[in-house]
């Protein structure tokens, strides 16, 4: 029996219809372990860290409803702001100038010449530590009284300082060793300058463009997208620097390199004050939001989103 026209289409439209949901259902499928994690580690986590905000919990006895009166004592903490300020010195300090450092070893390295490979592979071997136990530990020894910075500079008759048990230089160390694991952002500007034309720079050639000028008219807007990626990214990371400072100051000397992470640690594992710990948690998710936010809002300054 002939099918009518009507029901060829419907027949069609159904098939199509069913070979979407297979489609769909198939992708839900694989995708579902991505899924599960997401929502019982990361949301089911952040939840429950909400609510611990808002209870007194010692992790040896059940939570107490407590309402917002952490979040009161924490601004009432002159420990907190130690850490603020520990922390905003920090960010500011270290992310532009690994941001810079990353850029202009990427300029260098993206030319062509014999053994770049190995050289590449070389300098972004630091990163490949990350935030490490032993790199950290590594580190620490390096800028030790009697270690080889401190030697080098004996050499000269110098008497280098106490680089851990100062101040300022116990941050300086702590933002050289950021600096020195640029190899991340490195390779991801290294990527972009691999996709900027050559006929871009071939025309300001043409009009007698310096190298400068090349840089600042040619490679600098096409290079904005990914400036603004490793700045967001930067920026969010060192927020949450922990494992550096735990080995190599511990926060000191004089609460000096107290970073946020570290702080929020001590409260909720040394002094068990978990519901506080909580609190700072939620604190610090809505500090990194704020800059993040910033950072998207100010991009439509500079970044050049037609490239």
Known sequence: MWLRKKDVKRVGKRSRISSTLHNNLVAYAFLSPWLIGMIFLTVGAMLFT????LTDYDLLTPPTW???????NIF??????LSIRATLIFVLLSVPARLIASLLIALLLSKETKGIGLYRALIYLPSLMGTSVGASIG????FDEEGPINSFLNIFGIDGPVWLGNASTAMLVLVLLSVWQFGSEMIIFLAGLKQVPSYLY?????DGASPIKKFFNVT???????????????TINSFMIFTQVYIITVGGPMNSTMMYVLYLYKQGFTFYNMGYAA???VILLVVIGI?????????????????
């Open 66 to 72: 407590t309402g917002l009166q952490n979040f009161a």
């Open 279 to 281: 609190a700072l948690a």
């Open 202 to 206: 071939e025309a300001a050639t043409i």
């Open 291 to 307: 800059f993040s936010g910033l950072i998207f809002l100010t991009s439509k300054l500079w970044v050049n989103y037609d490239v």
């Open 50 to 53: 909400f609510y611990m905000a």
């Open 76 to 81: 009432k903490d002159s420990e907190f702001w």
């Open 220 to 234: 600098w807007p096409m290079l904005t997208p990914i400036v603004f990626f490793n700045l967001l990214m930067g």
């Open 139 to 142: 580190w620490k020894k390096v």
